[in-house]
């Protein structure tokens, strides 16, 4: 049984930061970051595999702002959010899957989690 659940989101300033947190449980190679406003398609942000942990994420956007980090003792994959701007806000969730890692396929996998809502103002 695969189950995720996201912690972590919030309020900040632009310029400020915050760590997402996906705690996973069932076995899958592939965990990915997406995001979503009500409205707009699910982008995209990040993913990282197993066991190699090959980091992957979406453009330049968040590249060098975002990283995703994850502690394998805690079976908890993180989403580090630095240098927020106002189109970061987003409900975030995270998604698991079996290969490949391609982050286009995995937002839309069926192991997801409930979101948490990211606020940047």
């Known amino acids: 049984h695969v189950q995720l659940v996201e912690s972590g989101g919030g309020s900040v300033q632009a310029g400020g930061s915050l760590r997402l947190s996906c705690a996973v449980s069932?076995?899958?190679?592939?965990v990915a970051w997406f995001r979503q406003v009500p409205g707009k398609a699910r982008e995209g942000v990040s993913s990282?595999?197993?066991?190699?942990?090959?980091?992957?994420y979406r453009d330049d956007s968040v590249k060098g702002r975002f990283t995703i980090p994850r502690d394998n003792a805690k079976n908890t994959v993180y989403l580090q959010m630095n240098s927020l701007k106002p189109e970061d806000t987003a409900m975030y969730y995270c998604?698991?899957?079996?290969?490949?890692?391609?982050?286009?396929?995995?937002?839309?996998?069926?192991?997801r989690g409930q979101g948490t809502q990211v606020t940047v103002s």
């Open positions: 998604a698991s899957d079996l290969w490949p890692c391609i982050l286009g396929a995995l937002i839309y996998s069926k192991y």
């Open positions: 069932g076995y899958r190679h592939c």
């Open positions: 990282i595999s197993s066991p190699v942990g090959t980091t992957y």
